[in-house]
């Protein structure tokens, strides 16, 4: 789930790519898989997926929620949840019940070995 960002103005030197130090670093890392969680452990949450076919068509279940800022959301869920459904995320606080809205805008299965075991998805939620 990555980041769109312009690197344009940084500068990383020259790079020989005949290095044999430098092929051994990339067949190390051939077929790593980024999966940027936060190091809190995961919250607890309830989401209200929507897929706006009827009026009716809101499912809510349980999920988890790994990883926050300003404009996105990572969910931990048991199921895929389709690109492009609107979803509200409650949470529990001390002060009562936080909600926010948003939009699913990337979703795969999860890398981890306890994500596989138990068919777990990430889910990416644009805010707003």
Same mark, same amino acid.
């Given at each position: 789930m990555g980041h769109d960002? $312009? #690197?344009?103005s940084v500068s990383v030197g020259t790079v020989d790519w005949n290095d044999p130090n430098l092929d051994a670093l990339l067949q190390k890392v051939d077929g790593w898989k980024l999966d940027n969680r936060s190091d809190r452990p995961p919250q607890e949450v309830q989401i209200h997926v929507s897929s706006g076919w009827t009026a009716n068509s809101v499912v809510s279940k349980p999920a988890q929620l790994v990883s926050m800022d300003e404009q996105d959301m +990572?969910?931990?869920? %048991?199921? %895929? @949840? %389709?690109?492009? *459904? #609107? @979803? #509200? +995320? *409650? $949470?529990?606080?001390? *002060?009562?019940t936080r909600t926010v809205w948003g939009r699913i805008v990337e979703g795969r299965e999860g890398y981890r070995v306890e994500d596989r075991e138990h068919g777990l998805f990430l889910n990416r939620l644009r805010i707003g």
């Open positions: 960002k $312009s #690197r344009s +990572v969910l931990l869920t %048991p199921f %895929p @949840v %389709p690109q492009g *459904d #609107r @979803v #509200r +995320v *409650d $949470s529990q606080h001390a *002060d009562g």
